[in-house]
């Protein structure tokens, strides 16, 4: 296992490096000048202040210096110097990535456990009311776009019912500690966990499904049914095990993309987290910010394909580590 670990991780610093190089240029081909918007929000236009904001910024510089300045930085782990917040880009992603993390895991957590658990129900009623009802519910979540369903969840249960925070991290002014500001900080994250694991919801309880009816049709199954184990135990020992590597490959790949698809999440809900510092950073040509946070979601999907490739090998022990 080390040696594979050691091998995936030999690649991913090669397919890192590559993202790195390609992202720069891609931004660098985006409209817009950073030095112009930054020029023009001070309200002086004029080329001398231009250029020397490009020259103060390294922006005047060939592209190639540019790109060979940045890889020598990623590889020292330095991520540049926003120059519109004035601060290390490492810094201020650091002060963001815990709200998303927390945000992120919990929405996978609901996702992939209401998932799998209606999934197993719509697969051992399959051709019910209950079958059809599930698969309708699923298909309502995958359907309906992830904005709305925030809007309708602040509509109902914050302005109707008043039940539950409808932005922010934490109340504001509450300065409060301990206990209670997990409660607090609890309650600001259901909403916006809900709504974005309800999307992901309806794909794992589509494909748990569909894996269970096929592994029901194969010989093992049978031989379970004709030894006269129950219909329960047939279900979660050997039917639900075999069929979750798919759902285990598609939520290893979801997992990943949460990181950076949160962005309408946390803009519609107010979370401080990167997704709203990463579209920020889009509106005020921030290149430095956004190549960060580019390369931290980059890291991030490859630390969780890594993680799913070993989950493969608990779901089912015959799977062997091959590089």
Not at 120 to 137: E, N
Request: net charge positive.
């Amino acid at each position: 296992m080390l040696s594979f670990v050691a091998q995936r991780v030999v690649k991913g610093v090669i397919v890192l490096l590559a993202i790195v190089v390609l992202n720069f240029f891609l931004i660098r081909l985006a409209p817009g000048d950073p030095a112009v918007v930054m020029a023009g929000e001070a309200g002086a236009s004029d080329q001398v202040f231009v250029k020397q904001l490009r020259e103060k910024f390294g922006l005047d510089k060939p592209l190639p210096e540019q790109l060979f300045i940045y890889v020598k930085g990623i590889a020292t782990l330095d991520l540049g110097f926003s120059f519109r917040q004035q601060a290390p880009v490492a810094k201020l992603i650091a002060e963001r990535l815990p709200a998303t993390l927390l945000l992120t895991l919990s929405a996978f957590a609901i996702s992939l456990a209401l998932g799998v658990l209606f999934g197993s129900f719509a697969a051992r009623f399959a051709g019910t009311f209950l079958d059809t009802g599930i698969t309708i519910f699923a298909l309502i979540f995958y359907a309906m776009p992830i904005f709305w369903v925030a809007l309708m969840g602040i509509l109902l249960f914050s302005v109707t019912v008043d039940w539950l925070p409808s932005f922010g991290y934490e109340t504001v002014g509450a300065n409060l500690t301990g206990f209670a500001h997990v409660v607090d900080v609890a309650k600001h994250l259901i909403m916006p966990a809900t709504t974005l694991g309800l999307f992901f919801m309806a794909t794992y309880t589509r494909m748990t499904r569909a894996s269970m009816l096929e592994v029901m049709r194969l010989d093992f199954v049978k031989t379970a049914r004709a030894k006269g184990l129950s219909d329960a135990v047939i279900q979660r020992r050997h039917v639900l095990r075999n069929a979750l590597l798919p759902v285990v490959t598609l939520a290893g790949v979801h997992a990943g993309t949460l990181i950076g698809g949160a962005v309408i999440t946390e803009t519609v809900f107010a979370w401080p987290g990167i997704g709203r510092l990463m579209y920020d950073a889009l509106l005020q040509r921030d290149y430095n910010l956004l190549l960060g946070v580019f390369v931290t979601c980059s890291v991030m999907v490859l630390i969780f394909n890594l993680i799913t490739d070993l989950v493969y090998r608990l779901v089912d022990p015959r799977i062997e580590f091959a590089a």
